[in-house]
């Protein structure tokens, strides 16, 4: 079958972990001699009576504003900034990017959650206080005051590649109907701005407040699994401020890249559970992960950032290469995975890459990306290394999780590598069949 592509829609520096380490339990009272023990609730985790247990996690002042508070954020920006050296200057105002189920979950303890670091033999929890700050993405007016106060520097985001609303040419997709709504909404002003749908238009309404109140530069930092992230962020701003008036707005904006490494499967009801027996306090906002954590970084904050370096964060000059090298080996490795593996009914990223099928695909599909990787990042040590992320079992990474806005994510992850081979005068075997695998399953209705 052939296939046109192009018409589809350092690990950080960590301390040892304490393996099933229980940080600061609460005292809960003693059973009674003889009489049928209750169970006694846990009480739910706050910074208020995390304090009063005596393990105060002191709020910082916010100088971060997130938009996308999803598992991701937690997991990786939110744990980096608390683990960082001046973390008591650093706190994050975090906002949803559409539902507000995390604002929900997070404000009522005060923004602290616990983080489960789930490695193949155990776990590690620990409390996670720099989100100071959990709002639901139609606070619009908190994130408008926010972004216009010289004390934030930086604007992070998580919203997912879909969120970005790009067209195929990777430009702001003005066909689509909240870009057009937004757009609207931004020309006519404050009052219908309140009701803005995309967060993108929410950054430019801020932005643009920012710059009357003369608040300074500020650094807007994607950390979305796009390509070039920086540029495509600035550019879908710049688009849309521009054809609303604002176009003043990104005057003193500054874009970072990043690429972002950190295995977040969806926290579920039963991890909710563990977190409650093991450390003895109810968290709705508990989020569990791998062990590993990267984040590499290129680009000026001229308002000052936190100190994420001494928290194992890389920062280079050029970030293609670890940029390809994680979207096409790691990223399009997942998809190799979701494909194949729920072609074969499998559920999760651990069960599929134990099937030796799945994983001749995968190697197949690993020996042309890393092809198309720059020659000055490793990707032998690298595959090696994710082959045991991959395989951690206790991790519970759901194929179905992957499997979404698939035609964009094989468009970002998996078409430059057919286009390298085959400018290469090779056939893209292994990487088309992919796409053949991802026409299976639409046909096999097991994606959208
Ligand atoms: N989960 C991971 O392992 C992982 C690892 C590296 C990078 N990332 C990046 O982080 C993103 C989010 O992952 P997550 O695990 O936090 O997901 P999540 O579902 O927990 O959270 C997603 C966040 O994005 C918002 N969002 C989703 N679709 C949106 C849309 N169309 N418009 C506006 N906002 C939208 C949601 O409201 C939520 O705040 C990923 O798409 C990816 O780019 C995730
Ligand atoms: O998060 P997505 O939807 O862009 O991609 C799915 C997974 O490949 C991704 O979440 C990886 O687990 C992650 O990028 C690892 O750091």
Known sequence: MTLDPLKLPTPAKLPEPVEGSTPNPPKLPEPVEGSTPTPTPAPRL?????ADAGRALPAPPVRIVHVGAGAFHRTHQAWFTARASDAADWGIAAFTGRSPDVADRLAPQGGVFTLVERGPEGDRFEQVGSIVEAHPAARIDRFVELLADPAVAVVTLTITEAGYRLGLDGTID???????HDLAALRAGAVASARLRTPLARIVLGLA??????????AIVSCDNLPDNARITRDALRSLADMAGLGYALDTASFVATSVDRITPHTTAADLDEVEARTGWRDEAAVVAEPFADWTLSGEFPAGRPAWDTAGAR????IEPFEQRKLLVLNGGHLVL??????????????????????SALDAFWTEAARAVARDVDTVDYRRALIERFENRRIEHRLAQIAVDTATKLRLRVQPVIEAERAAGRDAAASTAV????HRCRRAGLIE
Do not use: K, Y
């Open 46 to 50: 706050t910074r208020a009576r995390l």
């Open 315 to 318: 920062f280079v000059d050029r």
């Open 209 to 218: 407040a920012r710059r009357r109140a003369q608040a300074g530069p500020i």
């Open 174 to 180: 003005l066909t689509d109907s909240s870009v057009a």
């Open 435 to 438: 796409v053949d695998a991802w």
């Open 338 to 359: 979701a494909f194949e593996g729920l072609l074969r009914g499998h559920t999760t990223v651990a069960d599929a890459v134990a099937d030796p099928a799945c994983r």
